[in-house]
Each structure stands twice: as structure tokens, then as C-alpha cells.
């Protein structure tokens, strides 16, 4: 059993999924591990809530608590000046560790820490995205590209979510990177109940409705309005085509002012296990624009519909298109191919063997694999030094 501390690159809310959230839980059936944990922002992602969750984290006592099989871990954050975080952070991450060693860290944070150089334990660099905004040479972007820089070097492993951020590691950085999917919980989506889905459908007022769906957070880079445009469309041929979009946004309000009308519905932030949203769908969608970003990224959501048993039509991002599901339906954002992929999608009836495409997805699978890539890279050290 080792002792692990895992700094997620985002806070971790109680139904959201984040990457080393996730990973945490499922490490954390045979393991000791330490989730760091921060607020941010509460609510809508507006500067007045943002300042709200940047002063509490400021003001916060150090404790370590117990929920679930984790130890949830809190101390003084800092969010700005930007210069000044990661060296304050790092302070108060360095007393943690003197009190409570461990034998592996997971840093997902980009730039709030600088991990030590001389340590006693395993630092894993984790990266999620594309660090930094390339096409925008702002003072944010060059600051986040000089700490990534330094943490790299550092690190004894550089986990990355794609197989786009490895080759971008190696190019940029001149380090070797690891390929560490995100994953779902298999046993969980699998597990959801007919009843569980009903009382969704009842919730909604869903019942013989056919549900295109989105479930995550509904950011700018999500097509909103092409999709309103794409289900006017559809209606006319499947009067009963809805449109549900799961997830918060940066004003779920205004959206759902301006696009929510009949057959569209925004449910803002999901307070509840998200599992049974994945059953209640026909088909999930991920209306991504396609740039450097999106390309970069692994979306968990294509894992998760799948994994439900559900169709998904996407638009053409690099890894929706590497990993080649049999039941994703990859286009371009012109409304005739939206509604020509939904339309084949409805008529298409599930493989039974799609039902293994998910195998090597599951979060214990990826833990497995994660841990042994560490171990492999602390023999290689072993080696060097004797």
C-alpha cells in the first residue's frame, strides 16, 4: 500500500468528474491517498463568485478530513498575485508533507505549486489539457509555460491525457510523456436502474420523447447554437427530438433564455449521481469546435456514453477520431450532416460487442496501469544509482 497525494487541476465539487478526482477515488481502494482540495469558484463562473472562493481559500485552516475511503486535505490558497502563488502554495504544501510524508505525489496544478527538486517521493506531473493558450502570448500564458517548463524537468513521470499531449511534451518541452486516459466507472453506469432512468424522464416531462443529449460544463467552446439550429432541423423529420444539455455554464440563465424553447432544456449544475443522465439519453453529442485545444484533449464523455450503451455523434476532434468507436458518428459543423449522423444514429441498433469497447477505460484499469508506469520509472532510478 503506498501513501499518495493527488492535487487535482481542478476543484473537485461533489457530482463533478474530474480527472485526478476520479483517479483519487479508485487509488484509494488500496491505497492511503491524500485529495488536496480548494473552492475557486461557487455557482456561476462570474468574477464576483470567483473573488468569493479565492477569499475562503485564503482564509482557510489547515485540517485533513475523512469522506469516503479519501483523506480530503485543506490549507491556504492562494490564487494572485500570479507571481506569488506557487511560491506560497508550495510553502504550505511543504508542511503538509513534513507532517504527513508520502510516497507519491499527483500534481494536475499547472502552475499554483513548485514541487521540490531534492524529495523523497515519487512527483508525477499530470497534465489534462493543453497548458497554455498558444495562440494568445499574454503575461498568463508565458507564466503558466515557465512553471510547466520547470515542473517538467522535475518530474519522474509526465502523465498526459492524450496521445496529442505526448507527442506536444516531447516537441515543446523535449520530455518524455506517459499516455494516461481518462476513464468512467464502468460498474456504476452499468449498474443504473430502469426505475432511476423513468423518474429522470418524469423529472424533465421526457416520457416519448427521442433525447439527444450533452452532459458536462457547457463552456464557450461548446456549439449551442448550432445545435438549436441542427434539432429545428431534425424536428421536421422526428417531431418528438429533443435537446437536454446537463451540466453548469458560465450563466446557464442567459442560455437557457436565449435557446431553451420547445424541445430544449438546460438543467444547470446536477447536484445528484450523474450515472442515470447517461441511461436517460438516445444519443450523446460532443459539439466541440475543433482547435488546438479540443484536439489536445481526451473527452471522459465519449468514454461515459459508451459506456452506456449509447450512440454519439461528435464533431471531427483528434482523439474522437484516433480512438474510432464503431458507435460514434464524427462530422463537420454543417447542419445537413448533424441530422443525417442523429438520423443514422436512430436507426442503428447496439452491437452487443460494443459492449467491450469500454474495457480498458475503466478507472481501476487506468489506476492499475497508472501505478505501474511509477514503478517502472523508480527501477529505472534504482538502476542509475547503483
Same mark, same amino acid.
Given at each position: 500500500?503506498?501513501?499518495?497525494?493527488?492535487? !487535482?487541476?481542478?476543484?473537485?465539487?461533489?457530482?463533478?468528474?474530474?480527472?485526478?478526482?476520479?483517479?483519487?477515488?479508485?487509488?484509494?481502494?488500496?491505497?492511503?491517498?491524500?485529495?488536496?482540495?480548494?473552492?475557486?469558484?461557487?455557482?456561476?463562473?462570474?468574477?464576483?463568485?470567483?473573488?468569493?472562493?479565492?477569499?475562503?481559500?485564503?482564509?482557510?485552516?489547515?485540517?485533513?478530513?475523512?469522506?469516503?475511503?479519501?483523506?480530503?486535505?485543506?490549507?491556504?490558497?492562494?490564487?494572485? !498575485?500570479?507571481?506569488?502563488?506557487?511560491?506560497?502554495?508550495?510553502?504550505?504544501?511543504?508542511?503538509?508533507?513534513?507532517?504527513?510524508?508520502?510516497?507519491?505525489?499527483?500534481?494536475?496544478?499547472?502552475?499554483?505549486?513548485?514541487?521540490?527538486?531534492?524529495?523523497?517521493?515519487?512527483?508525477?506531473?499530470?497534465?489534462?489539457?493543453? !497548458?497554455?493558450?498558444?495562440?494568445?502570448?499574454?503575461?498568463?500564458?508565458?507564466?503558466? %509555460?515557465?512553471?510547466?517548463?520547470?515542473?517538467?524537468?522535475?518530474?519522474?513521470?509526465?502523465?498526459?491525457?492524450?496521445?496529442?499531449?505526448?507527442?506536444?511534451?516531447?516537441?515543446?518541452?523535449?520530455?518524455?510523456?506517459?499516455?494516461?486516459?481518462?476513464?468512467?466507472?464502468?460498474?456504476?453506469?452499468?449498474?443504473?436502474?430502469?426505475?432511476?432512468?423513468?423518474?429522470?424522464?418524469?423529472?424533465?416531462?421526457?416520457?416519448?420523447?427521442?433525447?439527444?443529449?450533452?452532459?458536462?460544463?457547457?463552456?464557450?467552446?461548446?456549439?449551442?447554437?448550432?445545435?438549436?439550429?441542427?434539432?429545428?432541423?431534425?424536428?421536421?423529420?422526428?417531431?418528438?427530438?429533443?435537446?437536454?444539455?446537463?451540466?453548469?455554464?458560465?450563466?446557464?440563465?442567459?442560455?437557457?433564455?436565449?435557446?431553451?424553447?420547445?424541445?430544449?432544456?438546460?438543467?444547470?449544475?446536477?447536484?445528484?449521481?450523474?450515472?442515470?443522465?447517461?441511461?436517460?439519453? %438516445?444519443?450523446?453529442?460532443?459539439?466541440?469546435?475543433?482547435?488546438?485545444?479540443?484536439?489536445?484533449?481526451?473527452?471522459?464523455?465519449?468514454?461515459?456514453?459508451?459506456?452506456?450503451?449509447?450512440?454519439?455523434?461528435?464533431?471531427?476532434?483528434?482523439?474522437?477520431?484516433?480512438?474510432?468507436?464503431?458507435?460514434?458518428?464524427?462530422?463537420?459543423?454543417?447542419?445537413?450532416?448533424?441530422?443525417?449522423?442523429?438520423?443514422?444514429?436512430?436507426?442503428?441498433?447496439?452491437?452487443?460487442?460494443?459492449?467491450?469497447?469500454?474495457?480498458?477505460?475503466?478507472?481501476?484499469?487506468?489506476?492499475?496501469?497508472?501505478?505501474?508506469?511509477?514503478?517502472?520509472?523508480?527501477?529505472?532510478?534504482?538502476?542509475?544509482?547503483?
Amino acid at each position: 500500500m503506498s501513501k499518495i497525494l493527488v492535487i !487535482p487541476h481542478h476543484p473537485v465539487g461533489e457530482a463533478t468528474k474530474i480527472r485526478l478526482g476520479e483517479l483519487a477515488k479508485f487509488l484509494s481502494l488500496d491505497n492511503e491517498v491524500y485529495l488536496f482540495n480548494w473552492i475557486a469558484a461557487e455557482g456561476e463562473y462570474t468574477f464576483k463568485n470567483r473573488l468569493k472562493g479565492a477569499l475562503k481559500d485564503i482564509l482557510k485552516k489547515q485540517r485533513i478530513y475523512k469522506k469516503f475511503n479519501l483523506n480530503i486535505v485543506e490549507f491556504p490558497v492562494l490564487h494572485r !498575485p500570479l507571481k506569488l502563488v506557487p511560491l506560497y502554495n508550495s510553502f504550505w504544501l511543504k508542511r503538509f508533507l513534513e507532517k504527513n510524508p508520502v510516497d507519491i505525489v499527483i500534481n494536475g496544478s499547472y502552475y499554483m505549486f513548485h514541487i521540490a527538486g531534492k524529495r523523497n517521493f515519487s512527483y508525477v506531473f499530470d497534465i489534462a489539457d493543453l !497548458p497554455m493558450d498558444e495562440e494568445n502570448n499574454n503575461f498568463f500564458s508565458r507564466f503558466i %509555460d515557465s512553471v510547466v517548463k520547470k515542473e517538467v524537468k522535475k518530474a519522474d513521470v509526465i502523465s498526459v491525457v492524450s496521445h496529442g499531449l505526448v507527442d506536444y511534451v516531447g516537441s515543446k518541452y523535449r520530455q518524455k510523456a506517459d499516455f494516461v486516459p481518462n476513464g468512467a466507472d464502468l460498474e456504476r453506469i452499468r449498474a443504473v436502474k430502469n426505475s432511476d432512468v423513468a423518474k429522470l424522464k418524469e423529472k424533465y416531462n421526457l416520457k416519448d420523447k427521442w433525447i439527444i443529449g450533452y452532459i458536462g460544463y457547457i463552456g464557450d467552446w461548446v456549439e449551442v447554437e448550432f445545435m438549436s439550429k441542427v434539432l429545428k432541423e431534425l424536428k421536421k423529420k422526428i417531431p418528438d427530438a429533443c435537446l437536454l444539455w446537463i451540466g453548469s455554464a458560465p450563466n446557464t440563465a442567459k442560455l437557457s433564455n436565449v435557446y431553451a424553447h420547445d424541445g430544449v432544456i438546460f438543467t444547470g449544475a446536477i447536484n445528484e449521481e450523474i450515472e442515470p443522465y447517461f441511461k436517460l439519453l %438516445d444519443v450523446g453529442i460532443i459539439p466541440h469546435v475543433k482547435c488546438l485545444f479540443q484536439d489536445m484533449a481526451f473527452h471522459i464523455k465519449l468514454i461515459e456514453y459508451t459506456a452506456a450503451g449509447k450512440m454519439v455523434v461528435s464533431s471531427p476532434i483528434t482523439e474522437v477520431l484516433r480512438i474510432n468507436f464503431p458507435n460514434v458518428r464524427a462530422v463537420d459543423f454543417e447542419v445537413d450532416l448533424w441530422v443525417k449522423a442523429l438520423l443514422d444514429s436512430r436507426n442503428t441498433s447496439w452491437d452487443q460487442l460494443w459492449d467491450n469497447l469500454t474495457q480498458d477505460y475503466g478507472w481501476k484499469n487506468i489506476c492499475r496501469n497508472f501505478l505501474n508506469i511509477i514503478e517502472r520509472e523508480k527501477s529505472k532510478n534504482v538502476s542509475v544509482q547503483t
